[in-house]
């Protein structure tokens, strides 16, 4: 709308300016035409009362002081010329000065006499202004010709120039309106007819594949409209369903998994168990002199197999169960000390930024955090040279911070994304259950856990707990 109004507005300036310049040119010509048919005729009144034959020869006596009259009653110049192009007389007393003038030329000769209405009107420019001057022949009373009339004509302008400009004001005040007009109204107009797409373009963006996404309702929607709406309000339909049978799907994926894994697990220390029980059958001898000794190995046997079996239950028991909070109050800093000492490994560095820090946790719950960070440091560092793991407890922010960093082989790139997935493991043994289990304990508490890692150089696991389960001592 507002284009249209533009290229209106555009066309209609030019073709206004088009059409005055037109009309002016139509009114200087038919001016022009008035003029020189009034100057010949009082040059035929004045050749038919003159007593002069009416010949070339004579025309300068003729019109000797008639040619001023003329020009005066008239109130307009001229010139008239003999055959030949020679100036005999002219309105203007110094006219004679003027060399150019005296003699026409000889292409101004050539139209005149070419001219079927015995009439040429040669047209000029002089000072940005449009010059004209028509030639006439001048007759006797048998038509016969005796000299040339020359009829200069300038152009004036001005009145019109102020008219156009006037009326281009006036046109560009209408305009002008007429363009905020159609501004407001294309806004108004975009405004109603976007409102029900803008309504569908938030309900698209707030579209959440993960959770549950309202309707679209719209009243009286247009059909194009309608139909959008009812596509989404269908894609919904079928987002919900889909949702649904991923999430059963993941569910019966994720328990065929651990059936899996919990499988597994138990297989390893039964087969040992299998196959020591076998040669025991086969080699039991109630007569041998080292039979206690005999069974008494076969006992620790089993016993280790099942204490192995035990540990796995207990490992997928532990995962599977939330901690809850007890909101037991603890010196973090002696309880993290405390977890450290059941490792004898003389690599492992403690250091906190106070001797006290007082923290509203579950006791249990924080030791399994510490030693499953620090086992799994152990595990990283078997091949290095200088091992060594520093764990750390300060106060950071709003929150406790607890670090365990070592300087084993690190973590690749390609495992980061899964590191803390129930039974992922870059280990060939164990169950993968235990940075899972520890970012389920820091989760229940409102807390984060997060790490970073180069291969070669090292790993570092950083826990934070908010500061708002947290008091210090005074």
Known sequence: ????????????????????????????????????????????????????????????????????????????????????GQLIKSSRPKFENDSISNCLDAEVLNRLAES????????????????????????????????????????????????????????????????????????FISKYITRSLQTISDMLNKTDLTGRNEKIFISEPGEEIGKLVGSYNNMIDELQQSAAKLARSEREQAWREMAKQVAHEIKNPLTPMRLSVQSFQRKFDPNDPDVEKKMAEFSDTLIQQIDTMSSIASAFSNFAKMPAQQ?????????????????????IHFIADEEEIIVKLDRTQLIRV????????????????????????????????????????GIADTFKDKIFEPKFTTKSSGMGLGLGMVKNIVETYNGRIDFTSQEGKGTVFTVHFPKENMMKAV
């Open 370 to 409: 510490v030693t499953n960070l620090v086992k799994n440091a152990i595990q990283a560092v078997p091949d290095v040279d200088s091992p060594r793991i520093l764990v750390s407890v300060a106060s950071e922010g709003s929150f406790v911070k607890i670090s365990v960093a070592d300087n084993g082989i």
């Open 1 to 84: 709308m507002i284009l249209l109004v533009l290229i209106a507005s555009v066309l209609i300036a030019g073709i206004t300016v088009y059409q005055y310049h037109e009309q002016n040119r139509d009114y200087h010509d038919d001016r022009l035409e008035r003029k020189e048919d009034q100057i010949k005729q009082s040059v035929n009144y004045t050749l038919k009362k003159t007593t002069y034959p009416p010949t070339t020869e004579n025309l300068a006596f003729i019109f000797k002081d008639e040619i001023y009259e003329i020009a005066d009653v008239q109130n307009v110049n001229f010139n008239i010329y003999d055959l030949e």
């Open 116 to 187: 079927a209405k015995n009439r040429y009107v040669e047209e000029n420019s002089a000072a940005g202004d449009r010059y004209q001057a028509s030639y006439t022949y001048i007759t006797d009373a048998k038509f016969k010709p005796i000299g040339i009339l020359n009829l200069p004509y300038f152009e004036d302008n001005t009145f019109n120039d102020m008219e156009l400009r006037e009326f281009l004001m006036r046109l560009g005040g209408v305009y002008f309106l007429m363009l905020l007009l159609a501004i407001a109204l294309a806004y």
């Open 327 to 347: 909101n037991e109050t603890l010196n973090i800093v002696k309880i993290v000390r405390l977890a450290l000492d059941i490792f004898t490994e003389d690599y």
